[in-house]
């Protein structure tokens, strides 16, 4: 029947009245019908248990009618609840009985309403409480045989007497407990020192080249030692840095200065600290951390918490952010300018171009570190927190916690988004490469624990061929020096020393290999085309040195080093270094009569993607669109096509980006020839020298080219024409041998 | 109208269970509960039956008695006794002469240290009367006496002697005792339960002295 019904009129929603169009009651539930009357009869029955429990002799019939007549009271609060939900009844199904009382005892509502609702909620739950603790005494009371008030002081001490039953209950599950417990208190432990002022030496004035990272963290020391000049202008100490940059630059360093300046405690967090072996031993310790930070805080008015190697730390997966391009190396990037919009897009799209994630600490420690550095405003504590919101006290404002967070890492994009975000990472400093001036001032710094005879020029020099040496590399270098000063029987550092020790440190040791005369010839015009190139059309960098004593890697080089410290590079620039690539191709096709090594494979490389980088995303060539993009969204580079007749122009741009870059690298090839053939005689000369001293420095190769006297060759001889006929005489044979596979006629000649 | 049956069939069985409970609480129990919880003594007498009050025995007890009397009393630590009649009074209850009606009395008692020492089943079998020496006819204080059973009782906190005997006092009516005396293991405290009548009236009654006297429990203190 009903399904027949239910298909002819499908179920409709009805939705609610509302309490002001209901013309009855609410129906109650069948529990809120029953609560109370289900709570007196147990309290009845749980009362006649116990005058049972109490009298052998007494049969649950006498029972039942004994307590009937001592107890009830019981039986009037039935009859009353009965009373009341007859009456809630009716109301729930007569309109005309709800209306009557809704109309004649709407006052008591409304008079009830007239106090505010959390004291009727209080009311409320003081009368439920009474009510409880009222039945609570009467079944004491019966058990007890007692005036049921006074049962209910009995139950305390019948508690207390059971104590040393509950204990030994309570010893089995701390035994068992124990176990887990004092397992996990021991791997919790570790990793976390605490140096206290003058626990630690180092200074400021120990940290060289970073100056203007040091200015910053000054000021923030000063904030946390004397917070009230911030504070009372209504600002706050700032919370943390994060010291980025590459490795021995000197962050862990500028770390210990700041340990050993600062008056206040300073901890120190191993990297390593967080890693766990069991699921929450990393919150476990970050939460110790940060509870022994607060105690140290609040005790010495403050504290710093060094993280070394932030970035063991790991990350939740997701892109760091707060500014593109902000690790990226002196370049003008978009994200500066863009809408956030815009360059969101960007650096999203790069972003899963490259793909990083996780790592770290993982299982919830850098979410739990991440909570710990912003949660420091939360009140805490039991007593704060519990006991006094028991007694119905609003629980103490927290006090002010001074904790200077420091982080440090050479792999910034491995930090988590969040972890930067200003309020936990105020501050982030670029501990980037020292600067010329601080890296003479690092020189001097280390120099000045040797003995040495280094005039400041030769420091100067020093500095400004040691272009991305950070202090660690300075340090080492320098110690370099002593050995080989040491090894000759000195104990005074001199310049060839710290040249030597330079070299040994950007090259490696030499292989003592020696070349057959025609293959160290061929060689030796290789580099000289590159030198000579070099020093015709680069201005932009200088010749460190040349050489063609072969390395790990190479058979011979010239390397160059820029004179300044210079942030934009210009399309001459590149020009030039593409011209000094490609001489060594133009120079042994010209030398040996079109014929060239494989020698020259790193050369074009480098040329090609120079000139690949120009054209496709340095807007040096003749299109305009970036090569980055076009790869990122597939779109392909301008060109390729272009059936369509136009304009030279327009066909130019047409050609696909690979014909544009061999035609740009053809272009400078034929430049690089036409130099070379006008100065023969210099690469001649130079590959002599090259022949002669193996490893020229950059101010020798200069003096041969100009022929004038160097510090150690003199270039002067190379000026003469009579010089020059027996150095093309030299060049013939050795060509010759090249063809015929054996030895030159002439021996290597030596110039007066 | 209703809206389900099930509900309301239930709030109809619990009213009733209600009604019940408390139309129960019109019928008297069968008999009078008599118990000291604290003690661990209870006993029942036939409901219908009056109580003399604990206050009205000590007051009689130590009606011109002398200190040593009143320090005795004083060891009383509960004592409790209904009769069947309502004119029985304490006095009727105490004296040598029988009650008319049938009593029963309950009484426990400390015992002095001298006292402990020297308690034996004699001792506790001449709680009232000499029964020993009735027996053995070395006393004469009664007339007639006639021991007419004894028996021994052992629980797990007590132990004493059941003792049922007839006598007449001097120019009284014959009269019949069940004595039950148990001292309890600790040797701390005497158990004492008396059911008396005149011997007429003792012996129309005895299927009721006996479940009276069977009630008498001793479960020792808490």
């Given at each position: 029947m009903s399904t027949t019904s239910n298909s002819a009129t499908p179920a409709q929603f009805v939705s609610r009245p509302r309490d002001t169009d209901r013309k009855t009651r609410i129906h109650l539930g069948m529990f809120d019908r029953l609560k109370f009357l289900i709570a007196f009869t147990i309290t009845f029955f749980v009362l006649v248990w116990s005058d049972m429990a109490g009298n052998p002799l007494l049969g649950f019939n006498d029972a039942l009618i004994e307590r009937t007549r001592s107890t009830w009271w019981i039986f009037v609060l039935a009859a009353i609840e009965i009373i009341r939900q007859i009456h809630f009844l009716i109301s729930e199904y007569a309109s005309p009985y709800h209306g009557f009382w809704q109309k004649y005892f709407a006052f008591v509502d409304k008079t009830l309403h007239r106090i505010s609702d959390w004291n009727r909620f209080r009311l409320s739950r003081a009368i439920k409480w009474l009510l409880f603790i009222a039945l609570l005494a009467v079944i004491l009371g019966a058990i007890y045989d007692e005036a049921p008030v006074r049962a209910l002081f009995l139950a305390p001490a019948a508690l207390f007497a059971a104590l040393p039953f509950i204990a030994q209950l309570m010893f089995a599950v701390v035994f068992i407990l124990i176990q887990f417990v004092a397992l996990f208190w021991f791997l919790s432990r570790g990793g976390i020192d605490t140096y206290f002022p003058d626990d630690i030496r180092t200074r400021f004035t120990d940290v060289w080249g970073q100056d203007h990272v040091l200015a910053r963290i000054r000021e923030n020391l000063m904030f946390l030692e004397r917070p009230e000049e911030i504070e009372k202008f209504g600002g706050y100490v700032p919370g943390g840095i994060l010291l980025w940059g590459p490795p021995g630059t000197g962050k862990t360093l500028m770390a210990e200065a700041m340990a050993g300046e600062t008056g206040k405690p300073f901890v120190f967090v191993d990297p390593g600290a967080f890693n766990n072996m069991f699921f929450g031993i990393g919150i476990l310790k970050v939460k110790s951390l940060f509870r022994k930070l607060r105690k140290l805080a609040l005790r010495y008015g403050g504290v710093v918490a060094f993280f070394d190697e932030a970035d063991a730390l790991g990350n939740r997966g997701l892109a760091p952010a707060?500014?593109?391009?902000?690790?990226?190396?002196?370049e003008c990037h978009g994200g500066n300018y863009l809408s956030p919009v815009s360059a969101n897009l960007v650096f999203r799209e790069k972003f899963m171009m490259g793909g990083a994630a996780g790592g770290g600490g993982g299982m919830g420690t850098l979410q739990a570190l991440l909570t710990e550095l912003s949660g420091l405003k939360k009140p805490r504590g039991f007593l704060n927190r519990v006991v006094r919101r028991t007694l119905g006290m609003r629980p103490k404002t927290p006090p002010k916690y001074r904790i200077l967070i420091v982080m440090a890492t050479n792999l910034p994009e491995a930090l988590d988004e969040a972890l930067l975000r200003p309020g936990r990472i105020d501050r982030m400093y670029r501990v980037g490469y020292p600067s010329k001036a601080g890296r003479i001032r690092t020189y001097e710094g280390y120099l000045a624990k040797v003995s040495h005879s280094l005039s400041p020029e030769e420091i100067d020099k020093l500095a400004t061929i040691t272009p991305y040496a950070t202090g660690a590399r300075i340090k080492d270098t320098i110690n370099e020096a002593l050995i080989y000063a040491i090894r000759s029987g000195r104990t005074t550092i001199t310049w060839p020393d710290v040249i030597k020790a330079k070299q040994l440190k950007e090259l490696g040791p030499p292989e003592d290999v020696e070349y057959i005369e025609r293959e160290r010839h061929a060689v030796a015009i290789h580099e000289a085309c590159h030198g000579v190139m070099a020093h015709v059309v680069r201005r932009h960098m200088m010749i460190d040195l040349a050489t063609i004593e072969k390395g790990s890697d190479y058979l011979g080089m010239v390397a160059s080093i820029p004179p300044d410290d210079q942030f934009t590079r210009w399309k001459s620039e590149y020009e030039a270094d593409i011209l000094v690539s490609l001489a060594s191709l133009a120079g042994e096709r010209m030398f040996f009569g079109g014929d060239n090594s494989s020698g020259v494979s790193g050369d074009l490389e480098s040329a090609t993607t120079i000139a690949s980088f120009m054209e496709g995303h340095w807007g040096m060539g003749s299109t305009v669109s970036s090569h980055a993009s076009n790869k990122r969204f597939e779109v392909g580079a301008p060109g390729g096509g272009g059936k369509e007749k136009r304009g030279d122009a327009a066909k130019e741009m047409r050609r696909s980006l690979a014909d544009r870059i061999e035609s740009n690298l053809a272009t400078l090839l034929n430049k690089a020839e036409k130099l070379l053939k006008e100065n023969r005689n210099q690469v001649l000369s130079l590959a002599h020298a090259l022949e002669v001293h193996k490893t020229l420095s950059g101010e020798d190769v200069a003096a041969v080219i100009d022929g004038v006297a160097g510090p150690?060759?003199?270039?002067?001889?190379?000026?003469k024409a009579k010089n020059i006929k027996i150095l093309e005489a030299y060049h013939e044979a050795a060509v010759r041998a090249h063809r015929d596979h054996n030895s030159p006629s002439i021996l290597l000649p030596e110039l007066q | 109208m209703f809206k389900s049956r099930i509900n309301h069939s239930l709030l109809l069985s619990i009213l009733t269970v209600a009604l019940t409970v408390s139309l129960s609480g019109c019928g008297a129990p069968s008999k009078i509960y008599a118990k000291n919880g604290q003690l661990g003594v209870f006993f029942t007498v036939p409901s219908g039956w009056y109580k003399i009050s604990a206050e009205d025995i000590r007051t009689y007890e130590l009606e011109g008695a002398d200190a040593a009397a009143k320090t005795k009393a004083d060891l009383v630590l509960w004592q409790e006794a209904f009769s069947e009649s309502r004119k029985t009074s304490a006095k009727n209850l105490l004296q040598l002469e029988a009650p008319l009606a049938l009593t029963a009395f309950a009484r426990v008692r400390a015992l002095t240290l001298s006292e402990s020492d020297a308690m034996s089943y004699n001792g506790l079998r001449n709680l009232i009367l000499p029964v020993t020496d009735l027996i053995s006819g070395?006393?004469?204080?009664?007339?007639?006496?006639?021991?007419l059973d004894e028996q021994e009782i052992i629980t797990d906190t007590a132990q004493g002697l059941r003792t049922v005997y007839s006598f007449s006092p001097k120019g009284g009516e014959d009269e019949t005792v069940d004595q039950t005396a148990l001292l309890s293991n600790d040797r701390r405290s005497i158990y004492f339960f008396l059911v008396r009548c005149t011997t007429e009236c003792f012996t129309e009654s005895e299927s009721a002295v006996d479940e009276i006297v069977q009630s008498f429990t001793v479960k020792g203190r808490k």
């Open positions: 707060g500014g593109i391009g902000r690790y990226s190396e002196n150690i060759v003199d270039g002067r001889p190379y000026t | 070395e006393s004469t204080i009664v007339d007639d006496f006639q021991l």
